[in-house]
């Protein structure tokens, strides 16, 4: 396993070097360590190609959530390696949702590097796709109602929603943000602790049964916690800066 490669090691002894001397932080120590993680990730892709959840790799959440940090790196630094990543994958797919976005947020996540890259190189062909995708969503008597599976969906589906109403100005996008982030809040957040539980598993059961911590606690996924405040940002990156929801955010 990787684990066990001597490219990990290698790695793995670079960073304890790192942590027991940490350098002096800069920009330019901050923009390589970026390009480097980006570069492996990149041939790592894949790792995941056989993502269960789409039988198309590069439409998979797996790697919508590597490509949606692409575009904001681009314009951080200027290196037009991401930019190209993110034009290649566009090329490559035809600016399309994953198989299943009509009933599978995660097939929407690659949706943000399309609509980045538009914002960039303004061209009907990068946001059709997407654009047609959810507004059959939200033209669709079921489908239109948020899904509560999981609280990773916010992130999901956040990005690509909030930068599709940001270039829409169809006010229904940003609704669907709305109602999107309050139905997995209401769900999946703990009221006593604000921290959010990864999926219903962890809920307290009709029974009053729940799955607790060995200590008596209610259990709660970090990785999770991260997607609901990823989720978050990207509203309120989206929200026009005169809305009357930007605070309950």
Not at 88 to 117: F, H, K, N, S
Not at 133 to 155: G, S
């Amino acid at each position: 396993p990787f684990t066990r490669s001597e490219a990990y090691l290698r790695d793995l002894a670079h960073q304890r070097e790192l942590l027991a001397a940490p350098p002096a932080l800069s920009r330019d120590r901050l923009t390589a360590a970026l390009r480097r993680a980006a570069e492996w990730q990149h041939t790592s892709l894949w790792m995941v190609s056989g993502a269960s959840d789409s039988p198309d790799a590069d439409t998979s959440w797996y790697r919508g959530v590597f490509y949606a940090g692409l575009i904001p790196a681009h314009r951080a630094t200027g290196d037009a390696y991401y930019l190209d990543k993110a034009r290649a994958l566009a090329a490559r797919t035809g600016a399309r949702l994953g198989l299943a976005a009509l009933t599978t947020p995660d097939c929407v996540t690659i949706g943000q590097t399309y609509l980045d890259l538009y914002s960039l190189q303004p061209d009907a062909a990068l946001i059709a796709p997407t654009r047609a995708k959810l507004d059959e969503i939200l033209a669709h008597p079921v489908h239109r109602t948020p899904p509560t599976h999981y609280i990773d969906l916010v992130f999901m589906a956040a990005g690509a929603w909030g930068r599709l109403g940001q270039l829409s100005g169809d006010p229904r996008h940003h609704d669907y943000v709305r109602a999107f982030w309050r139905a997995n809040r209401d769900k999946f957040r703990d009221p006593a602790t604000g921290l959010f539980v990864r999926d219903a598993t962890w809920l307290a059961q009709p029974d009053g049964f729940r799955l607790l911590e060995r200590n008596g606690q209610p259990v709660f996924w970090g990785r999770g916690n991260g997607w609901a405040i990823g989720g978050l940002a990207q509203i309120l990156l989206t929200l026009p800066a005169d809305d009357p929801a930007r605070a309950e955010f």
